[in-house]
C-alpha cells in the first residue's frame, strides 16, 4: 500500500515559517511529479506549488517568493518551506503525487496562521 505521511503543520503568527514534510513509500518516488495543495473553510482546493522529476517547480501566485517547494529523491521526500505566513495562508495542506495514471494524496495537515 502507498503511503504519503505529511509532517509539520500547526499553528504560526503572521509573518511566520512552517516546513511540511511528505515522506512516500511503496512508490518510485523519483519518476512522481509531487506537489502541495490547500484548502481553506468554504473553498476549493487549490494547487499552491508543485515539482517535477525533473525539479522544474511550479507555484501559485498567491505564495511566489514567500514558498519554496524541493524534493529529496534519497529519502523520497517533498517538502515546502513556508515564510511570511499570513492569515489567508490558513487552511488544510495536502500532499499530492502525480504519475498518470495513478495518483496518491496524504492525509492533509491543518495549517493556522493567527495572532
Known amino acids: 500500500q502507498v503511503h504519503l505521511v505529511e509532517s509539520g503543520g500547526g499553528s504560526v503568527q503572521p509573518g511566520g515559517s512552517l516546513r511540511r514534510s511528505c515522506a512516500t513509500s511503496?512508490?518510485?518516488?523519483?519518476?512522481?511529479?509531487m506537489g502541495w495543495y490547500r484548502q481553506a473553510p468554504g473553498k476549493q482546493r487549490e494547487l499552491v506549488a508543485q515539482?517535477?522529476?525533473?525539479?522544474?517547480?511550479l507555484y501559485t501566485d498567491l505564495v511566489k517568493g514567500r514558498f519554496t517547494i524541493s524534493r529529496d529523491n534519497a529519502k523520497e521526500t517533498v517538502y515546502l518551506q513556508m515564510t511570511d505566513l499570513q492569515p489567508e495562508d490558513t487552511a488544510v495542506y495536502s500532499c499530492?503525487?502525480?504519475?498518470?495514471?495513478?495518483?496518491?494524496w496524504g492525509q492533509g495537515t491543518q495549517v493556522i496562521v493567527s495572532s
Open positions: 499530492h503525487g502525480i504519475r498518470p495514471p495513478t495518483a496518491y
Open positions: 511503496r512508490i518510485i518516488f523519483s519518476v512522481y511529479t
Open positions: 515539482i517535477t522529476n525533473s525539479h522544474r517547480t
